[in-house]
């Protein structure tokens, strides 16, 4: 079974804010040290940096605009340094605490056809939706879409259990990490949702255990997250 949502989920925007902050941080200095934590939803964000970088305040408030598709937001941003004692312990080499363990696992068919699932109706629809797929049982759960027009696309699927909705970051709160999982599939913790934080670990590390995984038992590489 696996679970995605798409970019416009508020878990994922708050995600995806993270990740570009991250992204940012590697632009501005050499392997830095950063820990970016997001809380989004009804008009307001909140994220909290630790950081051995000196951000521009600009910057964030543009990632914030960008993503969430809207400047009607209030945005609080808390920069802080990185504890002393641990950018101390990563001066030498790389130690892994509540990064969390990564394991590198192939795509499997069930993680390619959810996520084309995911990519096709977020073209159709731009909006807020999340998917599970288990065997041959598909739920679709995507807002500001008719229930009848996406039975006439997926007749034997489970579609809107809830009613047809609307969804985005006014109708629900999105926060950091809560949809780890399904960026990773099974190369993290087996699969499941966890709060270990994804951004701050280095991104290309995860990636890079997909591909050689996937390489190694000869399947296609595939990037399971491909919004930011």
């Known amino acids: 079974m696996i679970e995605k949502v798409n970019p416009m989920h508020p878990d994922k925007i708050a995600d ?18 950063i820990a970016v934590e997001v809380l989004i939803g009804h008009g307001n964000c909140k994220i909290i940096i630790e950081s051995s970088i000196i951000f521009n305040e600009t910057d964030i408030f543009d990632i914030v605009y960008r993503i969430a598709e809207t400047n009607d937001i209030r945005v609080e941003i808390i920069l802080s340094k990185q504890d002393e004692h641990l950018a101390k312990n990563q001066n030498e080499k790389i130690r892994c605490g509540d990064n969390g363990i990564f394991k590198g696992m192939p795509v499997t068919k069930e993680q390619i056809e959810l996520s084309n699932i995911a990519r096709t109706l977020y073209s159709d629809y731009l909006s807020d939706g999340k998917y599970i797929l288990d065997g041959e049982k598909l739920i679709i759960c995507q807002s500001n879409a008719k229930t009848e027009e996406l039975k006439r696309k997926y007749p034997t699927a489970i579609i809107n259990p809830l009613g047809d909705w609307t969804g985005g970051i006014n109708v629900d709160t999105g926060a950091t990490n809560r949809k780890l999982g399904s960026d990773m599939g099974d190369s993290i913790t087996g699969g499941r949702t966890t709060r270990k934080r994804f951004v701050k670990s280095r991104c290309e590390y995860k990636y890079i255990c997909v591909y050689e995984s996937a390489r190694d038992r000869k399947a296609n590489r595939i990037k399971l997250c491909y919004w930011r």
């Open 16 to 33: 995806r804010i993270a990740g570009a902050i991250v992204d940012l941080g590697y632009k501005l200095q050499e392997n830095p040290k």
